[in-house]
């Protein structure tokens, strides 16, 4: 009986030991990670406040956990009226409103954060601005566009890759749900050929015409296409522009851009059976944002950077062909 008794105190303790066990697992899993800090760079984007209060105000429908901006740097260009005329607002905005700290210089920045969002409206400021970002090692995220010059785009993937820090740049319409649904979608009948699409596309005299605005649209096309375009014509007019890129398996894609009026975006799809078009649904910041976050926990960019190389390219062959009269550009020509 004896035994019997300590075969059962044995047993009852080490029960309550596996229980505390489990529920200290248990309570660890509940607690919340250290949320990751991010900063800033550029504060003359309203992009700045939607993400900040995406990111840092858990009642926000779109609210991402576990991402945190605590800091930022002002930045600004004087002769880009964009950030000219609003880098101020903004500036005091995330100060006032979010408790985010404005720091004078981007090592400071970079010695207070994990990652970092490079904002800056003015793709010119970026190769500059993160060249202390590698140096400290930080993951970044480089808003559109990556630069405003092939030159400048090249020079950063090539000081990523040799610092060994993870990067990645893209507009929000990449992962627009249209985008996606249209890229690989469940009802097309046939071989897809190409596809179409539209959005606005105002231009800024700092930067080559469609890196401004029109490289929303240039970013879905080439999220639907792929890599490969080879050449590029435009044809360009006072209000919009018709820009037909070529891929070497013989599809043709087409970016429509208008100066004026319409600001929506739009895609329509061309198999050899039939046609599909894109729905009205809202283009928030949410999934991008989603994927920004995934990138600074694991380091892997969702956007390799040889197609945004691409994209760059694309859009200063545009240029190229527009003061050619639209005549046909190699990629090459660019690339080379």
């Known amino acids: 009986m004896r035994r019997l008794c300590q075969h059962l105190s044995c ?33 003359d984007t309203s992009h700045v406040v939607v993400f900040t209060r995406i990111f840092n105000d858990p009642t926000d429908p779109e609210h991402i956990p576990g991402i945190r901006v605590v800091a930022a740097f002002k930045g600004g260009s004087a002769d880009v009226e964009d ?23 981007i090592p400071t920045l970079c010695g207070m954060v994990d990652a970092i969002l490079l904002e800056s409206v003015d793709g010119r400021t970026h190769l500059e601005q993160v060249k202390p970002v590698l140096a400290a ?38 992962f627009w749900k249209e985008t996606q649904r249209l890229k690989s979608p469940a009802d097309v009948v046939g071989h897809i050929v190409g596809y ?12 080559p015409d469609l890196m401004w605005y029109g490289i929303h649209s240039v970013e879905m096309l080439f999220t639907l ?18 820009v037909v890129g070529r891929w070497k398996d013989g599809r043709l894609g ?19 059976k039939n046609v599909l078009y894109s729905e009205p649904r809202p283009e928030g910041y949410g999934p991008l944002l989603g994927e920004i976050a995934k990138f600074f926990r694991t380091g892997i960019p969702p956007v390799s950077p040889d197609e945004t190389l691409e994209m760059i390219a694309f859009m200063e062959a545009a240029d190229m062909s527009k003061a050619r009269g639209g005549a046909s550009v190699p990629l090459r020509e660019v690339t080379r």
């Open 137 to 174: 090692k930080k993951v970044v995220f480089i808003d559109k566009p990556l630069a405003a010059s092939y030159k400048d785009a090249t020079e950063i993937a090539r000081l990523a890759k040799q610092t060994g820090v993870p990067w990645f740049s893209s507009s929000s319409m990449r």
């Open 196 to 207: 179409s699409v539209y959005g606005p596309s105002p231009i800024e005299p700092h930067h």
């Open 225 to 242: 296409m792929g890599r490969g375009c080879e050449s590029v014509s435009r044809a360009s007019t006072a209000n919009e522009d018709v």
């Open 254 to 272: 087409v970016m429509r851009g208008f100066r004026n009026g319409l600001k929506k975006y739009g895609i329509t799809l061309f198999s050899d």
């Open 83 to 105: 950030s000219r005329t609003r880098v101020d607002a903004f500036t005091a905005e995330l100060r006032d409103k979010w408790n985010i700290k404005i720091v004078e210089d």
């Open 11 to 43: 047993g009852v303790a080490l029960l309550l030991s596996m229980v505390s066990f489990l529920v200290s697992i248990s309570f660890a899993q509940m607690e919340p990670a250290q949320p990751l800090r991010v900063g800033i760079i550029g504060l």
